[in-house]
């Protein structure tokens, strides 16, 4: 029997009664969406319990997610993504295994971005609720402590928003990927600087003293390198700084031509905001992850105008069943679809109707899309075969193509585009295959005579 979801792309029926419930759950428990029924599961067979009619049984994916505290804003992004595919796949037929179908159910905690209640959460996850299968935590510090507990259980655990390489080199068996990984993050920023100004050299890499971060700014300065460009300045910045003046002081008298840097969204804002404040230029910057949310520029304002940022995913790069590439197969909603379900869970079920679409929410959809597929090719919860169907997975979603590295998990398949702040609008600007406006270079905000 085909699963449901391969034919889904033509399929529009929303299913009310998912909704409903999904949504009286939430009024009955203030911090666990779907509370599951306890109990292991057989190792050869679906571990379920009594759902809809027209479902055998329920799968449950556990989570610990930062709804709270210094990763709030990724992390409430990332549930929303994630419970807007668990309702489309749910109102698509569910995960077909031995010819039955099985309801999705999200069972997620709030970690409040803490590493001690991540190794709780996830503790509590396995061994409490049962769950057989996980998506990690956002940031690749938190998702670096639930690692080993996922490795130590047996669980399969995707990483929607640890991009660290460093977590891939452990030997974990049981985590995977999902985004591209942190050690790429600027390379095609890089690529596209060089096309449009083959003279520049001085470049500047400033980080966010954390795991992620500092993953991405070697990378960076190794692809540079290879590039030609001159590092004239490499140095990192407190996680909890309030003030960048001094070490921004010191970057203005490097005198780059390019900046390139950040951490996540709050650092990020700081960032911007005293660079234009110490009285930094240069011809084009580039900020991780806070760029990417439409608070940034409710923030800054002006001041975000040319900024550019690496992005796993924008709403406007039209990933489709048409365009599907060789050797790969359309699985899960379409864009469309994914941004129509994610604007219903965030004003329905979150209570949070101006949430604002991120890459981040699209990171947490995909990694469902990727459990419910291996899910579906393992025909079983049993963690080994779920892990061993992964290998196999070269699946084209909304999200791009996910293909993963059978020996450490890490992401081979997706690829980050660039996308840059343009008259108060986030616009992808590279590659030119996909772009939807010229990049805006040199920058007029940043770069003055």
């Known amino acids: 029997m085909p699963s449901p979801l391969r034919a889904a792309a033509s399929n529009r029926a929303v299913i009310v009664l998912a909704a409903i419930v999904l949504v009286a759950v939430v009024a009955a428990a203030a911090i666990l969406l779907l509370r599951g029924g306890g109990g292991e599961a057989e190792t050869e067979a679906p571990q379920v319990q009594q759902a809809e009619e027209k479902f055998a049984g329920t799968i449950k994916i556990g989570a610990s997610l930062s709804l709270t505290g210094r990763y709030s804003t990724e992390g409430t992004r990332t549930l929303a993504g994630a419970l807007a595919v668990v309702e489309w796949i749910n109102d698509n037929g569910g995960v077909e295994i031995g010819g039955k179908r099985y309801k999705l159910e999200l069972i997620y905690y709030d970690d409040e971005s803490q590493p001690d209640r991540v190794i709780a959460i996830v503790e509590k996850l396995i061994k409490e609720d049962g769950v057989k299968v996980l998506l990690a935590p956002y940031s690749s510090g938190l998702t670096a402590k639930a690692a080993p507990v996922a490795e130590r259980y047996g669980v399969v655990m995707v990483s929607h928003g640890g991009a660290s390489d460093k977590i891939f080199q452990q030997g974990y068996k049981y985590v995977v990927q999902v985004l591209t990984p942190a050690s790429r993050y600027f390379q095609s920023t890089l690529d596209m600087i060089r096309k449009l100004d083959p003279d520049a050299k001085r470049l500047a890499i400033i980080y966010k003293e954390s795991e992620f971060a500092r993953t991405v700014a070697e990378g960076t300065r190794e692809y540079a390198e290879k590039l030609g460009f001159e590092i004239v300045f490499f140095e990192s910045y407190p996680a909890d700084a309030t003030d960048l ?105 979150l209570g ?98």
């Open 245 to 349: 003046t001094p070490i921004l002081t010191k970057l203005k008298a490097a005198q780059p031509e390019i900046i390139l840097g950040g951490g996540h969204f709050k650092d990020g804002v700081l960032l911007v905001k005293q660079m234009k404040e110490v009285g930094i230029k240069a011809k084009l910057i580039g900020i991780l992850v806070a760029p990417a949310h439409p608070d940034f520029y409710k923030e800054l304002g002006e001041i975000a105008e040319t900024i550019v940022y690496p992005s796993q995913w924008e709403p406007s790069v039209k990933y489709s069943p048409e365009n599907t590439p060789p050797g790969y197969e359309w699985y899960g909603p379409t864009i469309e679809e994914f941004v129509e379900y994610y604007n219903r869970v965030a004003a329905e079920v």
């Open 352 to 449: 949070k109707p101006d949430l604002g679409l991120s890459y981040h929410a699209a990171e947490g959809g995909a990694a469902v899309l990727f459990i419910a597929k291996a899910i579906e090719e393992a025909q079983s919860l049993d963690p080994d075969r779920i892990r061993d169907a992964m290998n196999k997975i070269r699946i084209y979603t909304f999200f791009g193509k996910l293909q993963i590295d059978p020996e450490t998990g890490l992401q081979i398949g997706h690829e980050m585009v660039v996308a840059q702040w343009q008259n108060g609008k986030r616009v992808v600007v590279w590659p030119e295959v996909v772009a939807e406006a010229a990049p805006v270079y040199p920058s007029p905000v940043w770069w003055e005579d």
